[in-house]
Structure formats: structure tokens, C-alpha cells
């Protein structure tokens, strides 16, 4: 590329940004910015952990149920003995 295409592409560039310039200082003026996905809130982001925390719990105890060949009633039982003896949260 010779110096005077050169020169023309910054040119080029220059003007373009001093135009988005002018359109940023317009009041009322509405560009089409992309501004990336939307932000989601500290609230809904821990939601969602707590979900994924709660379902990998739940796929954990199954497999160990599995494994252990224990009921669903017995494992039920240990729980609610664990939570009534302060084990648990």
C-alpha cells in the first residue's frame, strides 16, 4: 500500500470517528452501540448456583444410594436424624 492510500484510509478513519464524536454530543441522539449480552444481577447469578448446588447434591445422593443399594426411605430417615441431631444446615 503507497503512502497516499495510506493517508486516505486514515483519513477515512479520522472522519468516521469524529462523526461518532458528533452523534455521542446529540441529546436525543439513539446509536446502535453493542453493548454485549445483558448484565444479569448478583441475585440471579446466586439462584442459579444454588440450583446447580442443589441438583449436583441430588445427583451425588443417588449415585451413593445406588452404590450403597439403600432405599430412598432409609437415606430419608438419616437425613432427617442428621438434621434433628444439628448435624445439618
Not at 436525543?28 to 449436583?56: C, F, K, M, Y
Not at 451425588?60 to 430417615?77: I, N
Amino acid at each position: 500500500m503507497d503512502e497516499r492510500e495510506k493517508l486516505r484510509k486514515f483519513r477515512e478513519l479520522d472522519d468516521a470517528f469524529a462523526e461518532a464524536l458528533r452523534e455521542l454530543e446529540k441529546p436525543n441522539s439513539r446509536l446502535d452501540i453493542p453493548t454485549g449480552p445483558p448484565v444479569r444481577s448478583l441475585a440471579a447469578q446466586e439462584a442459579d448456583d444454588e440450583q446447580a448446588r442443589q441438583r449436583l447434591f441430588e445427583e451425588r445422593l443417588k449415585t451413593l444410594m445406588s452404590e450403597y443399594a439403600q432405599p430412598r426411605e432409609s437415606v430419608a430417615l438419616l437425613l432427617r436424624t442428621m438434621q434433628s441431631l444439628g448435624l445439618m444446615a
